[in-house]
């Protein structure tokens, strides 16, 4: 069965297109610009890569086109090869701890959430309808970023706020990479052979977030009530005083809005740094001796250890600790930098094999008291098998 993962957001869609019986990813690619002037798509296929300036209005218009090109360019023969399509979305609330098939009361949900994921939402939304116009009532399935995360217990998930917040305005923590996460949690199980490990995720790309994980279930997340909490990322800070918001308002004339943005946009690595979001160019900056970007990274390290060590303890022990998603995969120096902090609780990793990136590999040296390994997230695998096992079992 072959099945489209679908990651539309407000002016982009990215595809993967699998082939279920191997898992395979035929082709992929991303719609990017649309509605905006300069719109084009890029399609990979066979070990090609094909790109394209297309007038793109909305949504329907970049689906039609790679449905088209599908065709076109012999991928599929026709459209009745897919099986199901598997969509991100972001937020589900605390009504979705599991994906499931799309209906007209999920739509509705999604709408209703949207003060929640105000960028994201509505362009899942766009997503799904633009499929449903284009492929009738193949079958459709929705895979929430929050839903891993509805695990936790309520004193993990709750602020220590006024309770009518949460009970009145939905003030929580939902948590957010919940389908990265379980990718990770069912990768350690299929290396190790057992589902009843500990485990610490870190997904640290551009955005980042960890995860403290006990037999396949979510314990907790550095993620919030939304995805601004938790460790320094490329733009965002990450866990701050809130009392910092009033008082730069003041400083700078802004509205809390626009502070919220400059924590959102212009803060993490760039905001430190003075230079770029980007670990690459950080650890370039670092080479030539740069104070700030030094001070980052020594910043973003430390933000990363915090929340291990804090979880090592909530979890009683843990059994792995798993890096992903960009820096995860391949910085070198800040994987090292993180478990040479780690030491003290018996991490011990093998610097030769940590010189690797973008590839599955333990680095944990045999006499470690922890399992430590760098595996590349999946989440449009775990989306496709998600689409097909829901749509197999109906
Ligand atoms: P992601 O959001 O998962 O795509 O991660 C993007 C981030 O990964 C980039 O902003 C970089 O900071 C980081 N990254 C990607 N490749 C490398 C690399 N070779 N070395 C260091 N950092 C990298």
Redesign the pocket.
Same mark, same amino acid.
């Given at each position: 069965m072959k099945i489209i993962s679908i990651n539309a957001g407000s002016s982009s869609l990215k595809f993967t297109l699998f082939e279920m019986d191997n898992e395979e990813v035929i082709s992929s690619g991303v719609f990017e610009r649309i509605g905006i002037e300069g719109s084009k798509y890029t399609i990979k296929y066979n070990g090609e890569k094909i790109e394209q300036e297309i007038e793109l209005k909305d949504h329907t218009d970049a689906v039609k086109v790679l449905l088209e090109k599908l065709i076109d360019l012999n991928i599929i023969k026709s459209l009745d090869e897919i099986g199901g399509v598997g969509h991100r979305l972001v937020h589900g609330k605390d009504k979705y701890s599991k994906s499931v098939i799309i209906t007209d009361e999920v739509i509705e949900d999604l709408e209703n959430f949207r003060k929640f994921a105000p960028l994201h939402n509505p362009a899942n939304v766009l997503g799904i309808k633009a499929f449903k116009e284009a492929l009738g009532d193949v079958a459709m399935v929705g895979v929430f970023d929050t839903a891993f995360h509805q695990t936790m217990e309520k004193e993990a998930y709750l602020y220590p706020v006024p309770y009518k917040w949460y009970e009145e305005y939905g003030v929580r923590k939902y948590g957010f990479h919940g389908t990265s996460h379980r990718y990770i949690a069912s990768s350690v199980k299929q290396i190790l052979g057992r589902e009843d490990f500990k485990l610490i995720s870190c997904? +640290? $790309?551009? @955005?980042g977030s960890i995860c403290a994980i006990d037999n396949m279930k979510c314990v907790d997340t550095s993620m919030g009530f939304t995805p601004l909490a938790g460790i320094m990322m $490329?733009t965002r800070s990450g866990d701050i005083d809130p009392s910092i918001i009033p008082y730069v308002m003041e400083k700078e004339g802004k509205n809390a809005s626009e502070v919220v943005e400059d924590l959102n946009k212009v803060s993490g690595?760039l905001g430190l740094s003075e230079y770029s979001? =980007?670990? %690459? =160019? +950080?650890?370039e900056k670092i080479d030539n001796q740069d104070e700030k970007a030094l001070l980052a990274k020594k910043k973003y390290v430390r933000r990363v250890v915090d929340y291990i060590a804090q979880y090592y303890v909530l979890l009683g022990g843990v059994d792995v600790i798993c890096f992903t998603? $960009?820096? @995860?995969?391949?910085?070198?120096p800040?994987r090292k930098e993180i478990c040479e902090a780690l030491a003290c609780l018996g991490v011990k990793i093998d610097l030769e094999l940590n010189n690797k %990136? $973008?590839e599955l590999v333990k680095l944990s040296t045999d006499d470690s008291k922890i399992l430590v390994y760098v595996i590349p997230?999946d989440e449009e695998l775990m989306i496709a098998r998600d689409t097909m096992n829901l749509i197999q079992n109906r």
């Amino acid at each position: 069965m072959k099945i489209i993962s679908i990651n539309a957001g407000s002016s982009s869609l990215k595809f993967t297109l699998f082939e279920m019986d191997n898992e395979e990813v035929i082709s992929s690619g991303v719609f990017e610009r649309i509605g905006i002037e300069g719109s084009k798509y890029t399609i990979k296929y066979n070990g090609e890569k094909i790109e394209q300036e297309i007038e793109l209005k909305d949504h329907t218009d970049a689906v039609k086109v790679l449905l088209e090109k599908l065709i076109d360019l012999n991928i599929i023969k026709s459209l009745d090869e897919i099986g199901g399509v598997g969509h991100r979305l972001v937020h589900g609330k605390d009504k979705y701890s599991k994906s499931v098939i799309i209906t007209d009361e999920v739509i509705e949900d999604l709408e209703n959430f949207r003060k929640f994921a105000p960028l994201h939402n509505p362009a899942n939304v766009l997503g799904i309808k633009a499929f449903k116009e284009a492929l009738g009532d193949v079958a459709m399935v929705g895979v929430f970023d929050t839903a891993f995360h509805q695990t936790m217990e309520k004193e993990a998930y709750l602020y220590p706020v006024p309770y009518k917040w949460y009970e009145e305005y939905g003030v929580r923590k939902y948590g957010f990479h919940g389908t990265s996460h379980r990718y990770i949690a069912s990768s350690v199980k299929q290396i190790l052979g057992r589902e009843d490990f500990k485990l610490i995720s870190c997904h +640290i $790309g551009n @955005g980042g977030s960890i995860c403290a994980i006990d037999n396949m279930k979510c314990v907790d997340t550095s993620m919030g009530f939304t995805p601004l909490a938790g460790i320094m990322m $490329g733009t965002r800070s990450g866990d701050i005083d809130p009392s910092i918001i009033p008082y730069v308002m003041e400083k700078e004339g802004k509205n809390a809005s626009e502070v919220v943005e400059d924590l959102n946009k212009v803060s993490g690595l760039l905001g430190l740094s003075e230079y770029s979001s =980007d670990m %690459r =160019d +950080i650890l370039e900056k670092i080479d030539n001796q740069d104070e700030k970007a030094l001070l980052a990274k020594k910043k973003y390290v430390r933000r990363v250890v915090d929340y291990i060590a804090q979880y090592y303890v909530l979890l009683g022990g843990v059994d792995v600790i798993c890096f992903t998603a $960009g820096v @995860g995969e391949n910085s070198v120096p800040v994987r090292k930098e993180i478990c040479e902090a780690l030491a003290c609780l018996g991490v011990k990793i093998d610097l030769e094999l940590n010189n690797k %990136r $973008g590839e599955l590999v333990k680095l944990s040296t045999d006499d470690s008291k922890i399992l430590v390994y760098v595996i590349p997230t999946d989440e449009e695998l775990m989306i496709a098998r998600d689409t097909m096992n829901l749509i197999q079992n109906r």
